[in-house]
């Protein structure tokens, strides 16, 4: 499996401000998503992010308050924009699909970013 | 109806009992179905892959069940380690994003 590192691994923000969070991976893959994990809450996806193009966002979660980048197939960024209290949560990136013809058919998560607003 | 919907619990069972919990999905045509096992403060971590009636690996036992649209895991002999939330999750539409249900907490007591 790859692996997946996010930093920062936690953060402490003021509201109104904003946090970019980074993903990494050590083999390149096709693709990469973007999940949030709400205080005992299970995992809800924001967004999947294509490499060189705009993200695929899903209900509920528009470009502007969660702008996403891919410049290539080993990292991706989330930016958590103008933030509430209500943003807090964990911000997970996974990864499906090695490229290179080693196919990976389930997705591994990156080990989260805990965010707190005030 | 939920495409994914979990037994919250908890399941609070003694070392050693057989715990089984299910998780029902609405996607008649999901061909792939997952659980995933997360600890406390971490990240979800694959536990099992389920393509077909079922797979096996240890303690751990999956099963499909397509007529009602359910897959359960069954885990015997429990430990003191398997004490975590047990995440099921299915492709979206989109193919390969997971719906996640929301959890059943599995709490072993010595």
């Known amino acids: 499996s790859a692996v997946i590192s996010q930093k920062p691994s936690r953060d402490i923000c003021q509201r109104g401000t904003s946090l970019t969070i980074q993903c990494q991976v050590d083999?390149?893959?096709?693709?990469m998503f973007w999940y949030r994990q709400q205080p005992g809450q299970s995992l809800t996806l924001i967004a999947t992010a294509n490499q060189g193009s705009e993200a695929t966002y899903e209900s509920g979660f528009v470009i502007d308050k969660f702008p996403i980048s891919r410049p290539n197939l080993t990292f991706s960024t989330l930016t958590v924009s103008n933030m509430s209290p209500e943003d807090s949560s964990i911000y997970l990136c996974?990864?499906?699909?090695?490229?290179?013809?080693?196919?990976?058919?389930?997705?591994?998560f990156g080990p989260g970013t805990r965010l707190l607003v005030l | 109806r939920k495409e994914v919907e979990q037994d919250p619990g908890p399941f609070n069972v003694p070392e050693g009992a057989t715990v089984a919990f299910n998780c029902t999905y609405s996607n008649s045509a999901s061909q792939s179905f997952f659980w995933y096992r997360q600890d406390c403060r971490k990240e979800p971590k694959l536990l099992m892959s389920v393509y077909s009636s079922g797979n096996e690996d240890g303690r751990f036992t999956a099963q499909l069940n397509r007529a009602s649209q359910y897959i359960s895991l069954l885990i015997r002999d429990s430990k003191l380690s398997d004490s975590a939330t047990y995440l099921c999750a299915i492709p979206g539409g989109g193919g390969y994003a997971l719906n996640f249900g929301k959890g059943t907490s599995l709490l072993v007591t010595p």
């Open positions: 996974s990864v499906y699909g090695l490229a290179g013809g080693m196919v990976q058919e389930t997705q591994y």
């Open positions: 083999s390149q893959v096709t693709m």
